[in-house]
Each structure stands twice: as structure tokens, then as C-alpha cells.
């Protein structure tokens, strides 16, 4: 099969012709149909002390139609449309039997959604309503992260909400605290270029940091805001959160920043901040997402900026990686463009 190898930092990715994957107990082979790309995929190959292992296949947003199954596969059949957690876990700890695997101490990742077809833990499957299209299907994975961030919050309805970063994961979290209940919601960044689509999404405002934000974004809010959520993943985001939230607030971090990130601890204490680290999500969240697009609130679909084929995936990458202006990057593996 073709796919789109890591080599390693520092080169860019190399569309090969790899063996095809074979399916091991408790997995299925997917036929991908569509990949997101994530900014967690441009870090890991960085060169930033984490990388993917040399010559491997990322890609952990997809979605595809499973065409082979291992040994003591019950719960999907061939030709269904999937989605997964990248992960697989032991199957018998209390994390994996609640159907949360990244949380088991065996842990396994499953990525592989650049190329044309990769391994899944069927245990971290979802079936796909048909009423869904492949880029929705793509979309789930970054859909839930967001719900998890709002679950772990516990938003009251009428909240006021403050979206720091304005990238999938920040509106993605827009979009679930519209959907359900929050009162203002106003997303701010340092670039306004992702205005228009964070207010699509649902968010009330869109405010630029600098001069005066904290006084533009409260008197957008009404007041000042009952939730932050980090969603920007950047050294001294979490500080900002911390100054914007109102006494008694919270602060959920999703954005899953990889270096040390001071805080004043003295103004969080002041405030009585409860801080929260939301990672990953579970099946059940895989699952709602499905549904909640099968429903017909398909808005997460304006993220997507741009999808392309594996041989022009390459060239495109770096070009993210420099900072391209895309929100939503997909990859087919399966058309030429």
C-alpha cells in the first residue's frame, strides 16, 4: 500500500509503497477513507524530544471501512464505516471495561491514518452512522476532545465562556458549549483571520489579544467569565486563562502544551481557580459526536480548510509546519490531487 512516511526530524514526509497491515487478535484492518491532521502530528515530528518512531505512518484522526478482521473481533463486521480511539488497551482493567483506554497502563497507540490502510483496536471502534461522510467521520476524533472539555467543566447553562485559541480543538469547544447551553461565549486569539468562522461556530465575539483584551472580553461576556478553556497549547496560555477567568471560575487546559508554562500562583489563589487537565476522551464521547452529526448539526465541517491526496500530502505538511493558514487539513489517501 502507499502511505506517507515519517523519516525522521527535519525531512519531510516520504510516500512510499509499505507492506499492507495485517489485523491481530482483537483488531480489524480499516480501509482509510480520511485523515485529519493535527497539531499534534507536526509537533511529534519536530524534532522536540517526543518524535514518532523513524520510518513509521502517523495520523490519528480517521475514519474508514473495515475490509479484514483478526481473531475474537464480536462487535464489528466487514464493510462497516468506523471510526477510533488510536489507542488499545488490555481490555480487562477498569479504565478499558468503562471504555476509556487511554487510561490503561497497557496502552497502545494506533495510528497509521496516512496511508491507504492501517490497524485498529476493534474494542476502540465506533460505527459510523451511513448518513455521515467520510470528512465527517474524520471529524469525530477532534469533536471529542472538545466534549471531553466540557464535560470535565461541568458547564451550567447560561455560563459565560472564554475560548483561548481558535484552531480545531478551540472550535470544536465553541461549537459543544453552544450546543449545550452556554450563555456568552467569545473566542480570542492573537490573529483575527479565524473570526468569521469562530462566530460561525457559535461563538458570541471574537477578540484579539492585546492592549485592553481583558476589558473588551468581559464587557463582550457581560462579566467576567465563569470558564476559560486553554485551547491554545502555547507558553503562557495558562497564565492568560488564569487572568481572564472571574472569582470562583474555572480553568480547563486542552491545549496540551509540551513546555514548562509559569503560573502566578498567588492570583489563581486569590480568585479560588479550580484548574482542570482534560485529556484525551472515551468511547461514549466518540459516540455522541457520531450521533450529534448524525442528527444534522453537521457545523464542525466548516473547519475542514482543505483536503488533499497522499502525493501532494508531503509538500503541504511543511507548509504547516512553517504555519499555513489552514484550520482543517484531511488527506484521502485515495484520490491523485
Given at each position: 500500500?502507499?502511505?506517507?512516511?515519517?523519516?525522521q526530524?527535519?525531512?519531510?514526509?516520504?510516500?512510499?509503497?509499505?507492506?499492507?497491515?495485517?489485523?491481530?487478535?482483537?483488531?480489524?484492518?480499516?480501509?482509510v477513507?480520511?485523515?485529519?491532521?493535527?497539531?499534534?502530528?507536526?509537533?511529534?515530528?519536530?524534532?522536540?524530544?517526543?518524535?514518532?518512531?523513524?520510518?513509521?505512518?502517523?495520523?490519528?484522526?480517521?475514519?474508514?471501512?473495515?475490509?479484514?478482521?483478526?481473531?475474537?473481533?464480536?462487535?464489528?463486521?466487514?464493510?462497516?464505516?468506523?471510526?477510533?480511539?488510536?489507542?488499545?488497551?488490555?481490555?480487562?482493567?477498569?479504565?478499558?471495561v468503562a471504555?476509556?483506554?487511554?487510561?490503561?497502563?497497557?496502552?497502545?497507540g494506533?495510528?497509521?491514518?496516512?496511508?491507504?490502510?492501517?490497524?485498529?483496536?476493534?474494542?476502540?471502534?465506533?460505527?459510523?452512522?451511513?448518513?455521515?461522510?467520510?470528512?465527517?467521520?474524520?471529524?469525530?476524533e477532534?469533536?471529542?476532545?472538545?466534549?471531553?472539555?466540557?464535560?470535565?467543566?461541568?458547564?451550567?447553562?447560561?455560563?459565560?465562556?472564554?475560548?483561548?485559541?481558535?484552531?480545531?480543538?478551540?472550535?470544536?469547544?465553541?461549537?459543544?458549549?453552544?450546543?449545550?447551553?452556554?450563555?456568552?461565549?467569545?473566542?480570542?486569539?492573537?490573529?483575527?483571520?479565524?473570526?468569521?468562522?469562530a462566530?460561525?461556530?457559535?461563538?458570541?465575539?471574537?477578540?484579539?489579544?492585546?492592549?485592553?483584551?481583558?476589558?473588551?472580553?468581559?464587557?463582550?461576556?457581560?462579566?467576567?467569565?465563569?470558564?476559560?478553556?486553554?485551547?491554545?497549547?502555547?507558553v503562557?496560555?495558562?497564565?492568560?486563562?488564569?487572568?481572564?477567568?472571574?472569582?470562583?471560575?474555572?480553568?480547563?487546559?486542552?491545549?496540551?502544551?509540551?513546555?514548562?508554562?509559569?503560573?502566578?500562583p498567588?492570583?489563581?489563589?486569590w480568585k479560588?481557580?479550580?484548574?482542570?487537565?482534560?485529556?484525551?476522551?472515551?468511547?461514549?464521547?466518540?459516540?455522541h459526536c457520531?450521533?450529534?452529526?448524525?442528527?444534522?448539526?453537521?457545523?464542525?465541517?466548516?473547519?475542514?480548510?482543505?483536503?488533499?491526496?497522499?502525493?501532494?500530502?508531503?509538500?503541504?505538511?511543511?507548509?504547516?509546519?512553517?504555519?499555513?493558514?489552514?484550520?482543517?487539513?484531511?488527506?484521502?489517501?485515495?484520490?491523485a490531487?
Open positions: 500500500m502507499k502511505a506517507a512516511v515519517f523519516k526530524a527535519g525531512q519531510p514526509l516520504s510516500v512510499e509503497t509499505v507492506p499492507d497491515p495485517e489485523p491481530g487478535e482483537g483488531e480489524v484492518v480499516i480501509k477513507q480520511r485523515c485529519g491532521v493535527c497539531g499534534t502530528d507536526l509537533h511529534m515530528t519536530s524534532g522536540h524530544g517526543n518524535d514518532a518512531p523513524a520510518n513509521s505512518v502517523i495520523g490519528h484522526e480517521y475514519c474508514g471501512e473495515v475490509v479484514a478482521l483478526g481473531r475474537n473481533v464480536e462487535n464489528l463486521r466487514l464493510g462497516q464505516f468506523v471510526s477510533a480511539m488510536p489507542v488499545a488497551g488490555c481490555g480487562r482493567c477498569a479504565n478499558c471504555g476509556y483506554p487511554v487510561a490503561c497502563f497497557q496502552m497502545e494506533r495510528v497509521g491514518g496516512f496511508g491507504e490502510y492501517m490497524r485498529i483496536a476493534a474494542p476502540s471502534a465506533v460505527v459510523l452512522p451511513q448518513t455521515l461522510t467520510p470528512q465527517d467521520g474524520a471529524l469525530v477532534p469533536l471529542a476532545v472538545g466534549l471531553r472539555g466540557l464535560r470535565l467543566a461541568g458547564m451550567a447553562p447560561g455560563a459565560r465562556v472564554v475560548v483561548l485559541g481558535a484552531g480545531s480543538i478551540g472550535l470544536s469547544v465553541i461549537y459543544w458549549a453552544r450546543l449545550l447551553g452556554a450563555g456568552k461565549i467569545v473566542a480570542v486569539s492573537r490573529s483575527d483571520h479565524r473570526a468569521p468562522l462566530l460561525q461556530m457559535g461563538a458570541n465575539a471574537f477578540e484579539a489579544l492585546g492592549e485592553g483584551e481583558g476589558e473588551r472580553i468581559n464587557a463582550a461576556l457581560g462579566g467576567m467569565a465563569d470558564i476559560v478553556f486553554e485551547c491554545a497549547g502555547a503562557g496560555m495558562t497564565q492568560k486563562a488564569v487572568d481572564l477567568v472571574g472569582p470562583g471560575g474555572q480553568v480547563v487546559s486542552l491545549g496540551f502544551c509540551t513546555s514548562p508554562d509559569p503560573i502566578l498567588w492570583l489563581a489563589t479560588q481557580v479550580t484548574m482542570k487537565f482534560s485529556f484525551a476522551y472515551d468511547l461514549r464521547e466518540f459516540q457520531a450521533d450529534t452529526l448524525d442528527a444534522g448539526h453537521v457545523e464542525p465541517r466548516l473547519m475542514v480548510s482543505r483536503t488533499v491526496g497522499l502525493d501532494a500530502f508531503p509538500d503541504l505538511f511543511e507548509q504547516l509546519r512553517a504555519g499555513a493558514n489552514e484550520t482543517k487539513v484531511h488527506v484521502d489517501p485515495w484520490i490531487a
